[in-house]
């Protein structure tokens, strides 16, 4: 870890990429598939070059998904594992819904962002193994295609739903949230206020608590 000035590195060059890669193929795949669900939108498939160029625009998109959710799963795993104080935070509203003196101090990531990261591995999971029906239906049993192409589209429906608020919570529900997935750093009194116990932890990490300089 490393800060530059009052900033503090949160987030490394790998974790950047492959959340970029996990929610841009994530999102073109949620635009082509509106496409392919939605007469009224078929605009979508017209400015891809067509029906079939979108459908394998779409497949590809979903293998980029697929790689990037697996490892992602494995990097973020461990800190969005559930504590104790979790359950607390939830309880006061993480402090988005009223004013809360004496939130739980949150280490890595806070319950809201650990929720989010397993709703997005049960739709991710559901997602990928659907699509791989959907790539064949013909293949399998008729009502095995049936629920795939309706699991596919409910799980799709709740990431979405979810995804919307990830992105204001990360954007204007959170101002100076959003470095931390664009350069990596953010401020230390956003450190104080989101990540108190990492912080700590990442200060005692120095030799006699010095800050690192970039």
């Not at 870890?1 to 490394?12: C, E, L, R």
């Not at 104790?84 to 402090?95: A, E, F, I, T, Y």
Request: with cysteine; net charge positive.
């Amino acid at each position: 870890m490393s800060a530059h000035g009052d900033m503090i590195k949160v987030t490394d060059g790998i974790e950047r990429v492959v959340h970029w890669i996990l929610a841009g193929s994530c999102l073109f795949c949620l635009i082509t598939g509106i496409g392919f669900m939605y007469h009224s939108w078929s605009f979508i498939a017209t400015f891809l070059g067509g029906p079939y160029a979108m459908k394998w625009m779409h497949i590809f998109s979903g293998l980029a998904f697929a790689v990037s959710f697996v490892y992602s799963f494995f990097m973020w795993k461990k800190d969005c594992q559930f504590e104790s104080q979790d359950l607390q935070w939830v309880l006061k509203g993480g402090g988005y819904l009223w004013n809360v003196k004496d939130l739980p101090p949150v280490y890595k990531y806070n319950a809201g962002q650990k929720a989010f990261f397993w709703i997005l591995v049960a739709c991710a999971i559901v997602i990928i193994a659907s699509g791989v029906v959907m790539l064949n239906p013909l293949y399998y049993p008729v009502v095995m295609a049936r629920f795939a192409y309706m699991l596919h589209a409910g799980a799709v429906v709740l990431l979405g739903a979810f995804i919307v608020v990830h992105i204001y919570l990360g954007t204007a529900g959170n101002p100076g949230t959003v470095s931390a997935m664009l350069t990596g750093y953010v401020s230390r009194p956003w450190c104080e206020t989101h990540c108190p116990r990492w912080l700590a932890d990442r200060d005692s990490w120095k030799p006699g608590g010095e800050k690192d300089v970039a």
